[in-house]
């Protein structure tokens, strides 16, 4: 897999430099990783080139053997962040689950010893999008809307979990909020914080599990294929089941400032009162990142309140747009 930089400079559609996280080292992974990874090989490993992009502290490299296989690696132990192995578990899980599709890299194999957790993944020969080519743009979308067709309806098998959980998480932020955390809020928003709070509960009262969502289509985890120009959608630890646009919209977040954000949502169809779940939801998004973003940063992810200020920044001004303030 390529790094994120070989297609694009490293900035969002915005114009934002991205931000990445901190990775962990190939060689701090312990002895009994890295042996499972040469027996899944099948020969010692020889090259490896190590892979930026995103925010998780994991391992993730690209990985030569010495016959000439493969493999994208991403490795990680409750030591470098509590959190994380449990979302490589449900990772596993979906994959498991999830059939082999043109829009996913093939599993090659999986690994547990109940504290490191790594997947082995196919290695995309790719680069990460390049948001400036309407031709990059549109490719990804059809692999987005042809994983939502895919999985509406919810084929068996995938995880139980609902995104309800993650959108009554943001309502409760914007419920609960400490003066503390209003200040991270513009002023028009503080002013507007009983209408956005009503606007993302309605989200989460209309909210059905219609489909499964990966729920992180960004930029870190798309890879376009050299070979075809097929866009591959990667990382499902963030997924879970959720309403039919949410693919979409998470993708359209790249230009939720602009125009070009509605223009996105407005391709699949929706009814006027999902139109106003979609901003209830970027509203929830947006408040719940800007409002937590004073506390310190969890284990291993120094840049991400960073991360947050600057998509939850982008998100209310989305809202404001789209509600005209």
């Not at 994120?4 to 990783?33: H, I, N």
């Not at 490719?139 to 895919?150: G, L």
């Not at 930029?219 to 294929?225: C, T």
Request: negative net charge; charged residues 25%.
């Amino acid at each position: 897999m390529t790094g994120p930089d070989e297609a694009t400079d490293g900035r969002g559609a915005s114009g934002a430099k991205r931000l990445v996280g901190v990775r962990t080292d190939y060689a701090s992974a312990p002895f009994q990783v890295r042996a499972w990874v040469e027996e899944t090989l099948g020969a010692p490993v020889v090259t490896i080139q190590p892979r930026t992009g995103g925010m998780s502290p994991a391992v993730a490299v690209s990985l030569r053997a010495a016959n000439g296989r493969r493999a994208f690696v991403k490795a990680v132990g409750g030591e470098i962040n509590p959190d994380t192995p449990g979302h490589f578990r449900h990772e596993v899980a979906v994959l498991r689950a999830l059939p082999p599709a043109p829009y996913r890299a093939g599993t090659l194999a999986t690994y547990d010893d109940g504290d490191w957790v790594a997947i082995a993944l196919e290695d995309i020969n790719g680069s990460h999008p390049d948001w400036g080519s309407r031709l990059d743009r549109d490719a990804v979308f059809e692999a987005v809307r042809h994983q939502t067709d895919e999985l509406t309806p919810i084929p068996a098998g995938l995880p139980g979990d609902s995104s309800r959980r993650g959108i009554a998480k943001y309502l409760e932020t914007m419920r609960a909020a400490a003066p503390a955390e209003l200040a991270g809020l513009p002023r028009w928003a503080v002013t507007e914080l009983p209408s956005l709070v009503d606007l993302c509960r309605r989200c989460l009262d209309h909210q059905h599990d219609e489909t499964f969502c990966h729920w992180d289509i960004r930029h870190d985890n798309i890879l376009i294929r050299h070979r075809d120009g097929q866009p591959v959608l990667l990382d499902w630890g963030r997924s879970r089941r959720g309403p039919r646009w949410g693919d979409a919209v998470v993708f359209a977040l790249e230009w939720v400032e602009s125009s070009e954000f509605d223009e996105i949502v407005a391709t699949i169809g929706l009814s006027p009162e999902e139109e106003t779940d979609v901003t209830g939801f970027i509203a929830g998004i947006g408040c719940h990142l800007l409002m937590t973003a004073i506390h310190p940063a969890p284990p291993a992810l120094p840049n991400l309140r960073v991360f947050g200020r600057q998509l939850g920044s982008a998100c209310l001004q989305g809202v404001r747009r789209r509600l005209e303030l």
